[in-house]
């Protein structure tokens, strides 16, 4: 098994690659305490790669992991090709997983959260940087103890 050392963040491509951007740019300002080993930057996928070879490259990246970030925008709920297929494989692979909602509640957003997240142990957060730096850091550590507990969220962020 490969060593998990990377951070691997889920989202919509179509409709919410800012805030991906954003994540981006938080880790290489040095003025914030924002660092992460992305799982997208191991090995770039080919445009036009079929389905089954993006999934395979996927999965290599997954195995790589030890968080998973869903950023949940407005369509998420309803994206299966990928972003589902991902969430299930960090169910899978007992991948602690960060729910930032893009619209900024601070609990599990009924409306967007896709299904598969729903009765698990996953801690939602809203999206900014003060939420997400706390959750990255501790989330991973809390987690093994949590995995009875589920749609988990920190008050702190009220």
């Known amino acids: 098994m490969a060593y998990r050392n990377k951070t691997y963040v889920c989202f919509d491509a179509d409709m919410d690659m800012k805030y991906y951007r954003t994540l981006q740019m938080w880790k290489q300002n040095s003025k914030i305490d924002f660092s992460f080993s992305n799982a997208h930057e191991l ?14 490259k996927l999965r290599e990246r997954m195995l790589n992991t030890k968080l998973l970030i869903v950023l949940i925008g407005e369509k998420t709920r309803d994206l299966y090709k990928y972003v589902r297929w991902e969430i299930e494989l960090a169910l ?14 601070n609990r599990m957003d009924e409306d967007r959260c ?43 962020f009220d």
């Open 114 to 156: 896709p299904p598969i997240l729903r009765g698990r142990p996953v801690v939602h957060i809203p999206f900014t940087q003060r939420a997400l730096i706390h959750a990255y850091s501790e989330w991973p550590i809390h987690y093994p103890n949590s995995k009875n507990k589920v749609n988990l969220y920190w008050d702190m």
């Open 92 to 105: 899978k692979l007992d991948i602690p997983i960060i729910a930032v909602n893009l619209n900024k509640k």
């Open 43 to 56: 090995n770039k996928l080919m445009p036009y790669s079929s389905e089954e070879t993006i999934k395979r």
